[in-house]
T-cell receptor
Framework: QQQVKQSPQSLIVQKGGIPIINCAYE??????FPWYQQFPGKGPALLIA?????SEKKEGRFTISFNKSAKQFSLHIMDSQPGDSATYFC?????????????FGKGTLLTVNP | EAQVTQNPRYLITVTGKKLTVTCSQN?????MSWYRQDPGLGLRQIYY???????DKGDVPEGYKVSRKEKRNFPLILESPSPNQTSLYFC????????????FGPGTRLTVL
């Protein structure tokens, strides 16, 4: 059972474009939704995160939109640059209980062409 | 520099030959975890540890063991590796997983022939 569904699998945009990556979740106990950015040969690094009490969070050129009723959240990258080319993972976590594991989506390979 | 380190970074081995992938963090983090990353599957948790001597299974623990004898180290042990354990492995740690993010190591690419 895939608890976090991510789309698209890959995405190509031109420099300056606004790529949008979408994720949907099933477990209503999730209460923390981070996005990770991964460059080749590196581990995932936290990019931005949101909790379900807000509908949008912006950090620099990166924005998360969150729709609690639809159980969906998305990442928008404004004015995308070639240096943003990476794999992006959405994730979700339950803050209570005995394990704080991150449940990841399958990832989106983003290519930003010059 | 605050970091999570893994060794080795690359390993090619044969079926059945026991191996250990080490993970160490210098941030005094309580929580540590191992994930494996496979194409089209994202990252899946193997084992986690809330503190020294406290470990538990994640989603895909079969074929793996861990130990947490010291706070800074969390080795992943494959007693009898099989080809289906060929994967990219990441160790992660967090000071307080309830409120803080998890920091990932650089990864270990394992190939089991």
């Amino acid at each position: 059972q895939q608890q976090v569904k991510q789309s698209p699998q890959s995405l190509i945009v031109q420099k300056g474009g606004i790529p949008i990556i979408n994720c949907a979740y099933e477990n209503t106990a999730f209460d923390y939704f981070p996005w990770y950015q991964q460059f080749p040969g590196k581990g995932p690094a936290l990019l931005i995160a949101i909790r379900p009490d807000v509908s949008e969070k912006k950090e620099g050129r990166f924005t998360i939109s969150f729709n609690k009723s639809a159980k969906q959240f998305s990442l928008h990258i404004m004015d995308s640059q070639p240096g943003d080319s990476a794999t992006y993972f959405c994730a979700a976590r339950v803050s209570g209980g005995s394990n704080y594991k991150l449940t990841f989506g399958k990832g989106t390979l983003l290519t930003v062409n010059p | 520099e605050a970091q999570v380190t893994q060794n080795p970074r690359y390993l090619i081995t044969v079926t059945g030959k026991k191996l250990t992938v080490t993970c160490s963090q210098n941030m005094n983090h309580e929580y540590m975890s191992w994930y494996r990353q496979d194409p089209g599957l994202g990252l899946r948790q193997i084992y986690y540890s809330m503190n020294v001597e406290v470990t538990d299974k994640g989603d895909v623990p079969e074929g793996y063991k861990v130990s947490r004898k010291e706070k800074r180290n969390f080795p992943l042990i494959l007693e009898s590796p099989s080809p289906n354990q060929t994967s990219l492995y990441f160790c992660a740690s967090s000071l307080n997983p309830r409120t803080d993010t998890q920091y990932f190591g650089p990864g270990t690419r394992l190939t089991v022939l």
